[in-house]
Structures are given as structure tokens and as C-alpha cells.
Nanobody
Framework: QVQLVESGGGLVQAGGSLRLSCAAS????????MGWYRQAPGKQRELVAH???????GYVDSVKGRFTISRDNTKNTLYLQMNTLKPEDTAVYYC??????????WGQGTQVTVSS
């Protein structure tokens, strides 16, 4: 079973930046699409950014222009650069394959809290 370890979260003021990392215990080279998901309190988990192995990326409207997803296949690591953070970005952030059922497991996530 793959192990996913997210890191880089924290408490930041609105307008600030964070860079999240996600290390996978297995190769992500064969995974066509990797993504970052988030779950805010009382809400369903949502996919906010995805990146294909060919380099195409996509973002949910609420983060477009502020978040950038990238991957390093040699390190089996996924990144999410988050700029101009807003209080509504507060959530636990997870990485996974897209769809997540490819691995059917989740890491512990990393908490991002944006204060106003």
C-alpha cells in the first residue's frame, strides 16, 4: 500500500504563501495524473489542482492564478505553491492520484490555516 506524506502546512496571514510537499513511497512516474485535494471543516474533500505526466495542469476556479502544482518524478514528490492565500483556503490538504481510487489510501494531510 502506498504511503503518502504531506508537509509544509502551517498558520499564515491572508496574502501570505506556503509551499506544500507530498512524498510518495512508490514511483509516481506511472501515475498519469496527480493532484492536490483539500477538505475544509464541514465540507467534502475536493480536488483543487491536478497535473498530468505530460505537464498539463488544471485548477479549481477558486485557486486559479494563485496556486501552482508541480511534480518531481525522480523524487516521487508532488508540490503545491500557494500564493495570496485567503481565509477560505483554510483546510487540510492531501495529495493523491487522480482519481484517488487508483491507490485507495490517503496520507495524514497537512493543515493550512489562513488568518484574516
Amino acid at each position: 500500500q502506498v504511503q503518502l506524506v504531506e508537509s509544509g502546512g502551517g498558520l499564515v496571514q491572508a496574502g501570505g504563501s506556503l509551499r506544500l510537499s507530498c512524498a510518495a513511497s512508490t514511483s509516481i512516474l506511472s501515475i498519469a495524473v496527480m493532484g492536490w485535494y483539500r477538505q475544509a471543516p464541514g465540507k467534502q474533500r475536493e480536488l483543487v489542482a491536478h497535473l498530468t505526466s505530460r505537464g498539463s495542469s488544471g485548477y479549481v476556479d477558486s485557486v486559479k492564478g494563485r496556486f501552482t502544482i508541480s511534480r518531481d518524478n525522480t523524487k516521487n514528490t508532488l508540490y503545491l505553491q500557494m500564493n495570496t492565500l485567503k481565509p477560505e483556503d483554510t483546510a487540510v490538504y492531501y495529495c493523491n492520484a487522480v482519481p484517488w481510487t487508483i491507490w485507495s489510501s490517503w496520507g495524514q494531510g497537512t493543515q493550512v490555516t489562513v488568518s484574516s
